[in-house]
């Protein structure tokens, strides 16, 4: 053993004079397929994370050469992506609504009386509210009436929203706090009266009578909604939301959180069409953090097309003499558009019929002047007169679709139209007015799972796989585009495109790792996928158990 004591001295000393190498990075995430979603759709199997952000993307074993991270993930050849982002959602009041009682998917108006019964027995004070009743899935396809919800509550108040958020159901007591008489006229909406008598329905811009009366959420109630939406959409891998509609008193509520660490979601918020909200940005300007982007306002040109409140060029076809209406007068739109375009924000309208979208059309073209890089927004887009569709690519209007709406709609949306129908849902003619489209599920009306939109776009199918040949197939997207439409393009459609959408050197790390690759597996699977891991900075928010 003597013998070879110097050799193993001589081998310590050059072992302690080599320089040892120090962590450079913060995570490596290696044996993935990692669609980047760059502007060459590029693929890799492995990217470096430092300080929240995307350092370097290649593979393993340039970056393992290069970088020494505190942490190694090993994807086992899953596929990551970006992070999802839902370019139009209602976050806020997706939150507020999981406590109220549930009422999407129920068959028959008895099913939504039992489900509010229940719901009453845990919740034993104050308003009963509920959400997400639709006349449309149950065999009889009429509007409710109050009475049973008198019988059932006749000192309570209750208003139960329908899943469009367009329409609503109101009993007696509620209706008598709100003081709403038979007959009562009122712009952009309606209170239905049958034989003089009150039904309960009301109807966009009616139903906020009755909801102006139910005392408003505490701060404590908002944060306990903000954080359990934010769960829920981890979850689903989405790391950042777009929040359509809300009030400017949010922000504050929402910088607190996040400067706390306790929100981690990434939030562009859209103020409501409200003179306050427009004099706080006005006087104030834009709202800019790494988790928080507030240049927006969200104004509503019509209501929905399953409660029959969106605007038409024609009649309803299940609905003569009856064209809809506009929730304010053509003057208010005109106004608002002057005025946001005067300070330089960017303008997003609710619009559904083909009427309210040509008018909102030709205001934004009269304030855009032709191309540029405003980038106003048309939400929803839903019906496009043929004739309106270039106006979208003359003036680089944004058409901000959801494409669960067409595979929601697809069953009734012919009775509503006729022959209008294939005027609708038009994503891909869409997409190629300006070379992109921005994807999102305008959750909580529908489903928040971006794989059910990602479904809807290139499947153009329901859950059950109908139709067989897909849905007015021409207007489906590719898997790249759809893609894109829930990462890159939705963060462009937020002025966001360089910060997040992609896995690129500079990016936000966040990204997520799902358990099949949506972008080869079978259509008919890609409803069933779920996300593993979700990351916002680099770090882990969720994880599937």
Known sequence: MKRFLPALLLLAAAVACKPQKEYNADLLVKNAVVYTVDSTFTTANAFVVSNGRIQAVGSADSLEDKYLAREVIDAQGKAVYPGFIDAHAHFMEYGLGLQDANLVGLKSWEAVLDTVKNYATHKTEGWIIGWGWDQNIWANKAFPNKAKLDSLFPVRPVILNRIDGHAAIANQAALNIAGVKPGQKIVGGTVETIDGKLTGI???????????????????????????????????????????????????????????????????????????????????????TPGLNVRAFKVYADGALGSRGACLLKPYTDQPKWNGFLKSPKAHFEEVAKKIAAHGFQMATHAIGDSANRLMLKIYAANLKGKNDKRWRIEHAQIIDPTDVKLFGDNNIIPSVQPTHATSDMSWAGKRLGARLKNGYIYKTLM????????????????????????????????????????QMENALDRQEALRGMTIWAAKANFEEHEKGSIEPGKFADFVILDQDIMKAKGSDLPNIKVLKTYVNGVKVYEKK
Request: net charge neutral; proline share 6%; hydrophobic share 40%.
């Open 202 to 288: 009301l109807i966009d811009n009616a139903v906020g009578i009755v909801t102006r009366k139910i005392p408003a959420p505490t701060e404590q109630m908002v944060q306990t909604a903000l954080l359990a939406a934010q769960k829920n959409c981890f979850e689903a891998g989405l790391t950042t939301v777009d929040d359509c509609g809300v009030p400017y008193q949010l922000i504050n509520v929402i910088a607190q959180l996040q400067h706390k660490g306790d929100l981690k979601m990434r939030l562009y918020l859209m103020l409501a069409d409200q003179k306050e909200n427009y004099d706080y940005l006005f006087k104030r300007g834009a709202y800019k």
């Open 432 to 471: 190629k007015q300006n070379g992109w489209i921005p994807l999102g599920t305008d959750f909580p009306v529908e489903n928040i799972n971006p794989m059910y939109t990602f479904y809807a776009a290139v499947e153009r199918k329901d859950l059950k796989g109908q139709p067989v040949d897909g849905f």
